[in-house]
């Protein structure tokens, strides 16, 4: 019966009248690590918290030790779980940004005619989330007030070293200016992270002008190593 009313009109009646019936903050509490269906019935309907506030409030003052399966470090694993979730918000999955951010940099290839602009960063490794669209261009910063530029990118600020504003979509975006000459040198050094960065670095004898990543890599006397991998 119930696929039968699924299928027919694309939804379910029952289902509808329980999501109405459940605090839209147990929703948000459903994302907290930990907190299966038991639980966070637990939650609401013994301890009738039905919020991620209250129950991280809760959390903090050990309230919630004479419920059975909340022990001290239950409690301390939700709070943990609650703040990384929250220090995240201003966070990207990568596959959500991946097709913006490759289509902006061919835009602005295309737009200027050059093959030395690329992206860097988080987004460049590909890592599980990003903060921003980051890429590095050997572009003077006075051409990026283009009009042209305006109809891909909103810009909310530009300097000699970097320009910075959102795409269409609300993504965050920062373009690092550079010399041609330094283009390689400029993209190796925003694409590793810290450790692996300085660690190559430390290898190479302060030259900056390079025609391709993997002569650093090269001077470094090392195999090349892919941006994915660049993690120390």
């Not at 609401?44 to 039905?50: E, L, P, Q, V």
Request: charged letters at 30%; a neutral charge; one cysteine or more.
């Amino acid at each position: 019966r119930i696929i039968e009313e699924l299928k027919k009109t694309g939804t379910i009646d029952d289902l509808d009248e329980l999501i109405q019936l459940t605090p839209p903050g147990l929703f948000e509490m459903m994302r907290i690590r930990d907190l299966g269906g038991k639980k966070l019935s637990i939650l609401w309907r013994i301890a009738k918290i039905d919020n991620v506030d209250a129950l991280l409030d809760a959390c903090k003052k050990s309230t919630l030790s004479e419920i059975p399966g909340f022990g001290m470090k239950t409690q301390e694993n939700i709070i943990k779980s609650i703040e990384a979730e929250r220090s995240n918000r201003n966070l990207f999955h990568y596959a959500s940004v991946a097709d913006d951010a490759n289509a902006l940099v061919q835009i602005l290839q295309k737009l200027f005619d050059t093959k030395l602009i690329s992206l860097c960063g988080d987004v460049r490794r590909q890592s599980t989330t990003v903060g921003s669209i980051e890429m590095v261009a050997a572009i003077n910063s006075e051409l990026f007030n283009a009009k042209d530029l305006r109809r891909f990118m909103v810009i909310q600020s530009s300097s000699n070293r970097e320009t910075k504003g959102h795409t269409l979509d609300e993504i965050p975006v920062t373009i690092y200016h550079t010399a041609k000459e330094h283009f390689y040198y400029e993209l190796f050094l925003r694409t590793g992270n810290d450790d692996h960065v300085k660690k190559v670095l430390k290898k190479i004898a302060g030259k900056k002008d390079y025609n391709t990543e993997e002569a650093i890599y090269k001077a470094a006397k090392l195999a090349f190593i892919v941006p994915e991998m660049r993690e120390d």
